[in-house]
């Protein structure tokens, strides 16, 4: 069977919980690697440099840009958010699967780029669930909160370019459907053809009575 990794793109509207799924998954399972972006957001409390994201100024991200440094990137409300190349490369040729968690501009680009990919959108239960786990949250002030949610509507427009849709109400239940839809994704036959090949190589050998 195939032996790189799986690139997997996650996207979801803010507040659709999938920063702690991704979390989770990731903690749960070896072969997940989760790609850690670069942004020129401020950092929210509690986040750390290097860690949930690379914090840029808008010169740098720029910089980055013109190096050819990322995978993809995106403008989302007013911020650049990017996938750096390098450790996404390595990650897939180390065998392991790569998620980005990213927004649907950079989903799209990836998905140009790569058609191999699996994207994956995650949404919760309804609206006012969305509505609520944003105000919850507290991070952000109401007019963010606002930009926010006109976003997520334009963002449910695109849904069907995802391959999968997965609904976030239970987290433990929602990590073992996108564990599960992830792993049986590289049984697919196209994303194997080396393998089947390799197989009826063989079997010509034998017809051959070699
Ligand atoms: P937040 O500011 O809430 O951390 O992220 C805002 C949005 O940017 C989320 O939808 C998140 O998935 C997305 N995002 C994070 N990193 C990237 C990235 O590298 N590229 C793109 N296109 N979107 C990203």
Redesign the pocket.
Known sequence: MEKKGLLVV?????GSG??TLMKELVKRYKTYAL?V???T?NP?PGEVDGR??YFKTTEEFEQMIEEDA?V???R??N?Y????KKYVFDQLEAGNDVI????????L?IQKKFPEALLLFVTPPDAITLKNRLVGRGTEDAATIDL?LARASE?SQGIEEYDYIVVNDDLEECVLTMHSIIQNEKYKTFRNLSFINEIRDGLKSFAKGD
């Open positions: 996650v996207s979801g509207f803010a999938k920063g790609s972006s670069a942004t957001r929210r949930e994201y990322f993809e990137y995106a989302y409300v911020n958010y990017g996938t750096p980005l968690e990213i927004e649907i501009q950079g989903a680009q926010r963002e």
